[in-house]
Each structure stands twice: as C-alpha cells, then as structure tokens.
C-alpha cells in the first residue's frame, strides 16, 4: 500500500497530471502513464494516482488490477524526483494480465515518463 503522503486523491491533482501544463506521458495498448512536476510541490514526496475505468470489468477485476498496480508502484516510487505527480491510467486489456505481465507493461512506460520529466526541466 502506498503511504498517505505518495496518494494523489483530488480530482484537480489528477487533472493536472493528465492534462496540465509540462505534463508528459507514455503509454502502451496496456497502460498509459502520466507525469507532471511544478515548482509549488518542489521538494514534497511524489504522489502516484490510479485511474481503472469501468471498460476494464466489473468491481472485482478493477479492485484487482488497481491492487496489482499499487503494489508495484510502491516498490517503484522510491526512485521518483520530488515534487512529481504521476497517474497510471488502465486500459480494458489489463483485466487478463498477470501481476509478472503488469509489471512488464508498467516498467518502460515508468522510466519512459521519469525520463521524459528530467529532459522538460
């Protein structure tokens, strides 16, 4: 489980990493994910949001694969910049993956994204 202070939880925190300004994103027929920094959250920890719609299945398979996600982004979230927001958006043929199969997805599109943050700045 993620930490209180590395959990985005507003709709506007998560609109500004999908949609704001300086945000940067990678995705895959998998996953999609999106980053952003500003300079008001310089030096905060990173907050990791998670956007699982109802296209990937029903309650279960979402709270599944929401829980899958977490888990591996709290393994990775150690090694984001300060001051980043990032969101890890599901597509519908998440629902078949395996954890090992998630992780393989999430990994590229994860360092793709950092990358991508310290080129901007």
């Given at each position: ?26 995705g ?13 959250r310089a030096g905060?920890?990173?907050r990791?949001?998670f ?19 977490r888990?591996l ?31 393989t ?17």
């Amino acid at each position: 489980m993620l930490p209180a202070p590395n959990r985005l939880r507003t709709r506007s925190d998560f609109t500004s990493a999908v949609r704001g300004r300086g945000s940067v994103r990678a995705g895959s027929r998998l996953l999609v994910v999106h980053a952003t920094r500003t300079d008001a959250r310089a030096g905060l920890p990173p907050r990791v949001g998670f956007v699982v719609s109802r296209a990937v299945g029903g309650a279960v398979v979402r709270n599944r694969v929401k829980r899958r996600l977490r888990a591996l982004v709290s393994a990775r979230v150690g090694s984001v910049p300060s001051g980043v927001d990032l969101v890890v958006r599901a597509n519908p043929a998440t629902a078949t993956l395996t954890s090992a199969e998630l992780a393989t997805a999430l990994e590229p599109l994860w360092d793709k994204v950092i990358g991508r943050l310290e080129v901007v700045r």
